[in-house]
C-alpha cells in the first residue's frame, strides 16, 4: 500500500528583472528552502525575465495561462510566487488559476507559526498574519475559500481565517494588549540584567548560519539544532564559561532573512531586544554560503534599522569545513571557525576574551583574606589576570579588566 502523501505539491513563481541574475537565482533558491521548511515538494519553477512585474497578473497573460496549464498537469496543490503579491495581484491571478495562490511571505509567516514555541513567540506570529490578512480581505473571497489548509494558512491553534474586518482588528488588540504584559515582564528582566555584574553576549546572524549549534557548543545548552531556515524564533539566554574562568551570558536570537515581512520585524522588535543591551555581538556568517555578501548585508542593515548598529562586534566565520576556497573577510575583527570543532570553539573562546577587554576597565584591587566571596565573585564576572596573596597585609592583591559601571570592583 502507498504512503500518504504528507506534503504539497509547490509551483514556485518569480520575474527574473534585468541585471539581476544572480541575486534572483540565489533568492529563487532560497524560496525552494522556505517552500520545504514549510512542508511542501517543489514540482515545477517556473521564471519570466521581465524589466518589471506586470501590473495586473504579476507575470503577464501569457505566463499565466502557462502556469495554468502546469498546476493541472501536475496537480499542484499550491503556487507560490517569489515576491509579496498585492490584494489585485491575487485577486487576478485567482480569476484565472484555480490553485491555491501565497507569497514568499505567508511561507516565511508559516514557517515562523510551525517554529514558535513561547507563549510571546505566537502571539507575535498571530499578531503578524493578521496584520498580513488585513489590508487583503477585500474581493478575496475566491482565495479565502481555496485557502482552507497547508502552506500559508497555519498558525497557533490552527485559527480558521476570519474574513470578518472588525473581528481581525479586535483580535489584533487583544493580542497587542498581552504582548505589553509579556514585554513588560521581559524589559524587568532585561534591566536587572543589564545591572547586574555579568557581561552578556548577543547571537545574531543569517538564519541557518549556525548560531544554535555554536550556543550548544560554548555552553552545553540543548538547544534545537537543525539544518533548516529559523530553527530557533524564541531568545535563549544561557551561561558561558570563558578560558580565564569568567561566566558571560549568550543569548541567541532569530535568524535573519533577506526580504524580511515588514510585519514581521515589528512582531520580533522584542524577541531581538534581548540583544539590545548586551555589551558585544557576535555576527555568526556562513563562510560556505553562495551569497556569504548578501547574507552580511540584510544582517548589517537590520542591524542599522534596530539601533543596534553601534554595538561591538566580533564576526565569526562558520563552516570552515565546508569552504572550497579561501574566504575573504570583509568584516572586522573576524575568527574563523567550524563550530563542530573542539579546538576552534576554543580558539573562538579566548579571540572573544580578547575582544571583551578592549571593552572593559582595567582594575587592581587589595582583598581581604576574609572576603572569600569576594574574590570568587571576581573570578565568575571579570577577567582575573593575577592574584598574589600577601603575608604581611594577610590580602590578595587582584589584577584585572571588569564590566564597564561593575559594582565588584569599586571599593
Known amino acids: 500500500m502507498e504512503n500518504k502523501k504528507t506534503y504539497e505539491k509547490v509551483i514556485m513563481v518569480g520575474v527574473e528583472k534585468q541585471n539581476e541574475e544572480d541575486a534572483f537565482r540565489y533568492s529563487f533558491d532560497e524560496l525552494e528552502q522556505l517552500v520545504e521548511n514549510a512542508g511542501g515538494k517543489v514540482v515545477a519553477r517556473l521564471s519570466q525575465k521581465r524589466e518589471k512585474i506586470d501590473y495586473k497578473t504579476y507575470i503577464g497573460k501569457g505566463k499565466i495561462s502557462e502556469l495554468k496549464s502546469l498546476a493541472e498537469e ?69 482565495n479565502m475559500s481555496r485557502l482552507g489548509a497547508g502552506i500559508g494558512t497555519r498558525g497557533p491553534g490552527e485559527t480558521k481565517l476570519e474574513t470578518d474586518r472588525r473581528h481581525i482588528q479586535k483580535q489584533m488588540t487583544d493580542i497587542k494588549r498581552e504582548l505589553s504584559k509579556v514585554s513588560a515582564h521581559r524589559e524587568r528582566s532585561r ?173 587592581q584591587l587589595s582583598i581581604p583574606n576574609d572576603r572569600g566571596d569576594w574574590l570568587v565573585e571576581l573570578r565568575q564576572h571579570t577577567l582575573l589576570e593575577r592574584q598574589l596573596y600577601d603575608e604581611e597585609s594577610q590580602a590578595y592583591a587582584v589584577e584585572g579588566y571588569a564590566k564597564k559601571g561593575s559594582t565588584l570592583v569599586q571599593e
Open 74 to 142: 501536475l496537480e499542484a496543490d499550491t503556487i507560490v510566487f517569489n515576491e509579496e503579491l498585492s490584494p489585485s495581484h491575487v485577486r487576478n491571478i485567482q480569476e484565472l488559476v484555480e490553485t491555491k495562490v501565497i507569497d514568499r511571505i505567508q511561507v516565511i509567516l508559516d514557517i515562523f507559526a510551525l517554529r514558535a514555541q513561547s507563549k510571546e513567540g505566537r502571539l507575535q506570529v498571530q499578531l503578524a498574519q493578521l496584520s498580513y490578512i488585513l489590508p487583503r480581505l477585500a474581493g478575496q473571497g475566491e
Open 191 to 363: 534591566i536587572q540584567r543589564r545591572d547586574s555584574n555579568v557581561f552578556q553576549i548577543g547571537l545574531i546572524g543569517y538564519t541557518n548560519a549556525g548560531k544554535s549549534t555554536l550556543l550548544n557548543q560554548l555552553t552545553q545548552a540543548e538547544t534545537y539544532e537543525k539544518d533548516q531556515l529559523f530553527a530557533t524564533l524564541d531568545p535563549l539566554t544561557r551561561k558561558c564559561e570563558l578560558p580565564s574562568g569568567m561566566q558571560v551570558t549568550l543569548t541567541d536570537t532569530v535568524g535573519f532573512i533577506q526580504d524580511l515581512p515588514t510585519q514581521l520585524i515589528e512582531a520580533f522588535k522584542s524577541t531581538l531586544e534581548e540583544s539590545r543591551d548586551v555589551d558585544m555581538l557576535l555576527h555568526v556568517v556562513d563562510a560556505s554560503a553562495e551569497n556569504i555578501k548578501g547574507h552580511e548585508e540584510t544582517v548589517m542593515e537590520l542591524l542599522e534599522e534596530l539601533g543596534m548598529d553601534q554595538i561591538p562586534m566580533l564576526t565569526v566565520y562558520n563552516k570552515k569545513d565546508l569552504l572550497t576556497e579561501k574566504t575573504r573577510p570583509t568584516l572586522y575583527p573576524n575568527v574563523l571557525i567550524s563550530a563542530r570543532d573542539e579546538e576552534d570553539v576554543e580558539i573562538l573562546r579566548e579571540a572573544i576574551e580578547k575582544e571583551m577587554k578592549k571593552l572593559m576597565v582595567h582594575y
